[in-house]
């Protein structure tokens, strides 16, 4: 892939993606280290830790929800535009003109099922954030993060 052909916004969205994944992966390895320490602990032990790995579950299941909305609408959007590209060249009379109407009523519907994909992407963030991860019934749950990564969605 040409860096300069790619603008400076992409460039930052794939380094910031980069640097997200980097961040799991240290996650990932350090978690490793501990697996061993893991075996040694006491069942109370395994079970806080297991709970903080649903807690990190859930969030992350937040922000996947939370990204396909955002995907989803754009792609939607893409769709939108590429049809008005179509049914303006049609109009124009510009080569295949039935070609193009057929194009710009396929991209139509494409948007229209991104949209309803949106929708129920949207609707089962909203149900996941509902239900909550599964935590300690004593621990007060800290839903600000969920509530930001909805807002973010939208």
Same mark, same amino acid.
């Given at each position: 892939?040409?860096?300069? @052909? $790619? ?14 994944? &980097?961040?799991? =992966?240290?996650t =990932?390895? %350090?978690?490793?280290?501990?697996? *061993?320490?893991?075996?040694?602990s ?12 649903? /807690? ?18 754009r792609a939607?959007?893409?769709? %939108? ?7 303006? $060249? !049609?109009? !124009?009379?510009?080569? *295949? ?14 948007? @229209? ?11 089962? =963030?909203? @149900?996941? %954030? &509902?239900?909550?991860?599964? /935590? *300690?019934? *004593? ?7 969920a509530?930001?990564? !909805?807002? %973010?969605?939208?």
């Open positions: 892939m040409d860096s300069e @052909a $790619t603008p400076p916004i992409r460039r930052r969205e794939i380094e910031d993606r980069l640097h997200a994944v &980097r961040a799991r =992966l240290k =990932l390895r %350090e978690r490793g280290v501990e697996a *061993d320490k893991r075996w040694a006491t069942p109370r032990e395994r079970v806080a830790a297991a709970q903080r790995h649903a /807690a990190e579950a859930y969030e992350s299941a937040l922000q996947v929800l939370a990204a396909s909305v955002q995907a989803f609408r939607a959007e893409a769709h %939108e535009r590429a049809a008005s590209m179509h049914e303006r $060249t !049609a109009v !124009a009379g510009i080569g *295949d003109v039935r070609g193009h109407e057929r194009q710009a009523a396929l991209h139509r519907d494409a948007a @229209a099922a991104d949209r309803d994909r949106a929708d129920r992407a949207l609707s089962l =963030l909203s @149900a996941y %954030e &509902r239900t909550g991860p599964a /935590a *300690d019934p *004593d621990e007060p749950v800290d839903r600000g993060r509530q930001a990564s !909805a807002s %973010e969605a939208d």
